[in-house]
């Protein structure tokens, strides 16, 4: 178990290793800088396939995440967890960044 800035250290790993994905299926990603005085947070964006997509992640372990359809403005996924190891950041970041990528507008 862990909880504090190696969880975001973490996200931002996690980003590098999925480059390949994201040139892959042309997504546009941006990680933002580390936020927040008293509780640290850092979120990843995804532009692509229809969406705008972001994932948000607390120093305590919180995770939180969105995904809108960029035309009817509706929320695609709206998904809030609480992680405590790097394998449960891993699978719903994975999780996340598949329904992005498999995203079929109804």
């Known amino acids: 178990m862990f909880i504090g800035v190696d969880m975001l250290e973490y996200l931002a790993s996690w980003a590098s290793s999925k480059s390949k994905i994201f040139s892959g299926e042309s997504l546009i990603v941006e990680l933002s800088e580390k936020l927040g ?4 947070a850092q979120y990843i964006e995804i532009e692509g396939n ?3 997509s972001r994932a948000t992640f607390w ?3 919180n995770l939180v995440l ?17 992680l405590r190891d790097h394998a449960q950041i891993d699978d ?4 996340w960044l598949s329904e992005i990528a498999t995203y079929e507008k109804v």
């Open 37 to 40: 005085d008293e509780v640290k």
């Open 50 to 52: 229809g969406l705008l």
């Open 59 to 61: 120093e305590t372990g």
């Open 66 to 82: 969105e995904a809108i359809d960029i035309e009817s403005e509706q929320h695609a996924i709206s998904e809030i967890y609480e």
């Open 92 to 95: 719903k970041l994975n999780g």
